[in-house]
């Protein structure tokens, strides 16, 4: 059985699948990203090669539908949670897009201090594992397609092994509340239940 | 009887007055906003015509009592919500003077974002209805001032018939914030009353 | 008796230093102040002359102490409020980085704001003391190094006797996190203390 039915996790991977275009037109209306010739031998969406913005919504998908698989999801969440939650991360996403030029330690601390922000408010210990696999994983997937010659970071914001120091932090924002909407796609669920279900 | 006493309303309009003045200012200053010699037919005071800083003093106290005159005013809310929902119309005041030259859905992502987080935060079902109204009004009356040949926004943010497209999004946040003041106006008001009017 | 053990303060001051260190780098890799040859008398770690750190460390261990002595320690606060309090400071620290250039009521107003933003969520009435306290004698101490030469703010950020006049604002934010780690801090020593001494 599925954590999450199917109708949630297509309104998970569909808002994913939005913002990860949003975000990276925000990198690469700023030229903190470009696209090279060998990214557009598939189609591209907006500013985005296709595969960008799938990866995005199935990894919100993915990570929602994994902590729903896991025991002590919050109940006492509300729908505010969820849309602070986005809204937090789409914000973080476009201040990554002001750094050009900025010294590394600065964007960096910038970044990661409100991404540790954003789990103080909306993160719990089981959220801070997804975190940490998206700030590892994501910034692990960029360094290696950045190496294959798809797209670059800018010059002045690729200290980490080609991409930017700053982009754990806002992996790891991304994986607390993509984590946070598996809780809550989880609970509503459960309310949703037809009544025959809760009976003893 | 108003729905608020006149000592409130007065305190309220004086708020908004000066946080327009301060607000303008950072807009005039910027650059992100001028005004043409049309506009000052009228007194100016520091960067603002006079109406500017009336018209932003009106709302602010409009907006707290028409939200006291209805029902369901949150009992709960202390002194801390005032001054941090001040405080954060301010400062994203000020963010919206340091977005000249950068693009558009960048900027309008970030200002809206962040007048999510502060409802999200500080709102409540009604009061999304003022903020609402405000991120109507607030921009079709500046498109029509603007239209008027009063003042204009800078070329790189005028992109919403002439009025910058994150100007909803700050507009809503002063609506959020205005309401929750006459939350606040309301029920400080009660626990001010004589005794008197408390006997059953 | 210290109103802290020795572990403790050893820990804030190491904290301070640290983030001394590392929010002195912000400021002056972007410019926004630099030391004098008359400050290299003194060994440099980092960016930093050496007193910098060991002032901001003693600082932070010593308002942290001096709450702890003070009655109506708050017991709820968890080490999210810790986190998310220094995250904050950081922040807000780098924040002030990104701000020469701009009209000095809206760099003020903005640090300003979301340092009393600070207060909100993470204070309380005796806090505001600490932040007060902070936000005269970190600047007031600032103005006279300045002024005996050892270093300078940018002529764009010197507005408050040579120092920049949202610098009370980064101060004051500082001591109601320094103030919160101090309520920490005797709380979490109680919980540590041997049942022995719970014994009525």
Known sequence: MLPLRPPYLLALFTLGFGAGLLGDHFHVATGTTRYFASAHQVPFLADSPLWFALAVGGATAGIAAMRAALPDVRTALD?????????????????????????????????????????????DR??????????????????????????????????????????????FAF???????????????????PESTATA
């Open 79 to 123: 729908h505010r949670s969820a849309i602070g939650g986005v809204a937090s991360v789409l914000a973080l996403y476009a201040l990554t897009a002001f750094l050009r030029g900025t010294p590394t330690a600065l964007s960096t601390t910038m970044v990661s201090a409100l991404a540790v922000i954003i789990w103080c408010v909306l993160g």
């Open 126 to 171: 089981t959220s801070l594992r997804f975190g940490a696999l998206a700030a590892v994983a994501g910034p692990v997937a960029e360094i290696v397609l950045a190496r294959a010659g798809l797209f670059a970071y800018a010059a002045d914001s690729d200290e980490l092994g080609g991409v930017a120091l700053w982009l754990p932090g806002l992996y």
């Open 175 to 193: 994986g607390i509340v993509a984590a946070l909407l598996g809780e809550l796609a989880a609970t509503h669920a459960d309310r949703s239940r």
